[in-house]
């Protein structure tokens, strides 16, 4: 038999249209990869070093996110997290474990600050997919999870100055302004977003995935996000891949981004390629006129990060922006793919 190379393996994929590309068990990646949103590069390096250590893909996605929910100064994810607009914390997260098919998320969790392993143990401890509200905290104090104020002094005094020079600027608006043909929203919410998305890749060709958030900022109390949505924020498959997003989740959730980058990458498209499509497909779907700038070009944020089996990565996003990935070369960040190229406003 003909050893066939990555290269070979990655060029059939490509031609072989729907055929999911598989790798051989013989076809060990040189090392582990994952890639993860700009706020990053610590939590690369340690899922990397977890799976080296063997780890499941999903189990070292959530170790490294871990650290992220962990720091106190980074305000969207975790502790620290900006609140809703009435000053409290509600959390996002999900999980997805490719060799078993089975992923656990978690919604509007409050006072615990890791929710991505709270929704570990929804995957592994029961039979539903996502647990929200009273609900899921009640569910995380069963599996011994400590209850802690999330609202930091930072995050507290941002909220109140928000709330205290936000006017009629915040997220309830009229049909009118919703409408496709409506006036430009005058009195636009520019919502400050952050976010960890993780994917991960073994040596084996296993993958797992993982988004946590706070969420948009001041959000209505109750809004859910891409984040802990299996499809949108996150989504893996362990014949193809992991995709996942951050940035302006309703956008997300419209266009199904994480399982439609995983699609596009089961018919043959690179990661790269994967994300960009993601992009393009919500330029298609932006429609209204609030949400367009005086260009006709949306008026938010949005990035994709993709991996496939045979260990390539690759990131997409409407405006320019970094994306954090570790390798055999270790932990950095790197460009993104941009579909306009200059910074987000
Ligand atoms: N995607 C997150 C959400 O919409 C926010 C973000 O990534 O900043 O909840």
């Given at each position: 038999m003909v050893p066939l190379s990555r290269r070979g393996f990655l060029g059939s994929a490509a031609a072989g249209a729907l055929a999911a590309p598989t790798v051989p068990a013989?076809?060990?990646?040189a090392s582990p990869v994952a890639i993860a949103s700009a706020n990053g590069v610590k939590a690369v390096e340690l899922a990397v070093q977890r799976m080296n250590e063997g780890w499941r893909p999903v189990d070292a996605a959530v170790a490294g996110v871990e650290l992220v929910e962990n720091?106190?100064?980074?305000?969207?994810?975790?502790?620290g997290g900006l609140p809703n607009e009435d000053g409290v914390v509600e959390l996002d997260a999900c999980v997805m474990d490719g060799p078993s098919g089975l992923g656990g998320a978690v919604a509007?969790?409050?006072?615990?600050?890791n929710p991505a392993q709270v929704a570990l143990k929804i995957m592994r401890?029961?039979?539903?997919?996502l647990l929200v509200g009273d609900g899921a905290l009640r569910f995380a104090r069963a599996h011994g999870f400590t209850e802690e104020n999330l609202l930091t002094e930072k995050s507290r005094k941002k909220w109140l100055e928000w709330r205290e020079k936000r006017s009629s600027i915040d997220d309830w608006i009229s049909p009118e302004e919703n409408?496709?043909?409506?006036?430009?929203?005058?009195?636009?919410?520019k919502h400050k977003t952050g976010t960890i998305h993780l994917g991960a890749v073994a040596a084996n060709g296993d993958v797992g995935s993982c988004t946590t958030t706070s969420g948009?900022?001041?959000?209505?109390?109750g809004r859910v996000g891409d984040s802990p949505l299996l499809g949108c924020g996150n989504y893996c498959d362990n014949d193809v891949g992991t995709g996942g997003g951050t940035g302006r989740g309703e956008a997300c959730i419209l266009a199904n981004g994480g399982s439609f980058i995983v699609h596009q990458m089961s018919l043959g498209r690179s990661p790269t390629d994967a994300c960009m499509d993601a992009v393009k497909r919500v330029v298609r779907l932006?429609?209204?006129?609030?949400?367009?700038?005086?260009?006709?070009?949306?008026d938010f944020q949005i990035q994709f990060y993709a991996t496939n089996k045979a260990g390539q990565f690759g990131a997409a996003a409407m405006f320019a922006d970094r994306f954090a990935v570790c390798d055999g070369s270790g932990a950095r960040l790197a460009d993104m793919a941009c579909h306009y190229d200059e910074p987000v406003k």
């Open positions: 013989w076809l060990r990646l720091d106190p100064e980074d305000d969207s994810v975790g502790i509007a969790l409050q006072n615990i600050k401890h029961t039979d539903h997919v409408g496709e043909h409506g006036k430009e929203w005058f009195r636009k919410f948009l900022a001041f959000k209505l109390a932006t429609k209204v006129k609030r949400l367009l700038d005086a260009k006709g070009r949306p």
